[in-house]
Nanobody
Framework: QVQLVESGGGLVQPGGSLRLSCAAS????????MGWYRQAPGKQRELVAAITSGSSTNYADSVKGRFTISRDNAKNTVYLQMNSLKPEDTAVYYCNVHLTTRDLYGMNYWGKGTLVTVSS
């Protein structure tokens, strides 16, 4: 049906940068919105950033000015550029997509997650 492939996670030093990617493929007619969530051990999952098909964006206060979300509609891919990373950014990051399938069903899909660790 639909696959979400996340990449770009890893270990980075405080103050460093990392770029996450999430590519959607399969039974897709259109993508309405894509976003990134994160969850640290013992904490609630939270929305980090989201972007609509019209490129409107929304960010958590904790990442404003440091993170940038963008998308390539032709590739059904969303990116999260993370700069000035802090240890508190350490979490599993999950891609989320709201889409319409080729048979015109509205669907919501989650990626399996990619781990970002910020440590010296």
């Amino acid at each position: 049906q639909v696959q979400l492939v996340e990449s770009g996670g890893g270990l980075v030093q405080p103050g460093g940068s990392l770029r996450l990617s999430c590519a959607a493929s399969g039974n897709i007619f259109s993508i309405n919105a894509m976003g990134w969530y994160r969850q640290a051990p013992g904490k609630q999952r939270e929305l980090v950033a989201a972007i609509t098909s019209g490129s409107s964006t929304n960010y958590a206060d904790s990442v404003k000015g440091r993170f940038t979300i963008s998308r390539d509609n032709a590739k059904n891919t969303v990116y999260l550029q993370m700069n000035s990373l802090k240890p508190e950014d350490t979490a599993v990051y999950y891609c989320n997509v709201h889409l319409t399938t080729r048979d015109l069903y509205g669907m919501n899909y989650w990626g399996k997650g990619t781990l970002v660790t910020v440590s010296s």
